[in-house]
């Protein structure tokens, strides 16, 4: 019996089984009169898409925002632990690396990017879902962004920070601070196609040669789990439609709580939902003998 073999995936399935991406926009880069051939990376989604039915790639979540530069500074305090966490407990501190460097100052190198003024920075967050398998993620973050800046055919300044785990207990995964202009110090616009499928793909592929494929177990397993997430949020959207259509609340503020939750992947929602509920009286008739 072949263990680990490529197996390809039905059409129904890679939607399931690719990897997945946010992007959240900040401030909202101005995209030139045309169309989007002046953005970077806009011919590589063709074939990403096409390599996308491999089940045996390993998965890797990456989540893509952008903010204005005046911001910047926030960030790598919190990346690198800086003081003492949400409930006043002392962190361990974290040391930033960069493309060739193990050990950065993130507030002396972004500090550079603020007095250029620059017009934004992108905020990564790589996560591999096996990332604990990991121990130094350099190895998954220098080739992968290596990649990633040939596919944008540019020279882009960025600092990672390594985190074991987060407050919710999440597996390891890397914040990654990247510049918001390229080479030439212009702004650097990036297709959507690319921030839809481009970074998570590099990222679940370099770290493929770094674990080796996914076994058939693990394939299994990440299906099922799909499908248990698909049927979850079925169920809670089912639960908001029944709070809309009984008036306990509007269909304004259904779109409201969807977007506040989209962050936490809907954890909550449905209490909230439901909390409504209970507090509108059920206006249909009572059914007599």
Known sequence: MLRNRPVKALAR???EIKPEMSAKPGSPP???????????????????????GRLSMQRAVVKVSYHPINGIRGLVRYASHEGPDEHGNDQEPVIGFSESSDSVDGH????????????RYFHLIVSPENGDKIADMKTVVRPAMEQIQRDLGTRVEWIAYQHDRDKDAQGRHVHIIMRGVDRDGQELL???EYVQRGFAYRFAERVSKELGPRSEREIRDGL???????????EKDRLMNVA???GAITRRQAQS?????ARSNQEGKDQ??????????????EMTP
């Open 13 to 15: 399935e890679r939607d």
């Open 30 to 52: 101005k995209m030139p009169p045309g169309s989007l051939r002046n953005t970077r990376g806009a011919a590589m989604h063709v074939g990403l898409s096409a390599r996308y």
């Open 108 to 119: 002396a190198v972004v500090a550079v990017w603020v007095s250029a003024d620059d017009p």
């Open 190 to 192: 990036i297709a959507p």
């Open 224 to 234: 099922e789990r799909s499908e248990r997430i698909r049927e979850h949020r079925m």
């Open 244 to 246: 809309v259509e009984r």
């Open 257 to 261: 709580l969807n977007r506040q939750y």
């Open 272 to 285: 909230v939902v439901q909390q409504a509920i209970d507090r509108t009286p059920n206006n249909e008739p």
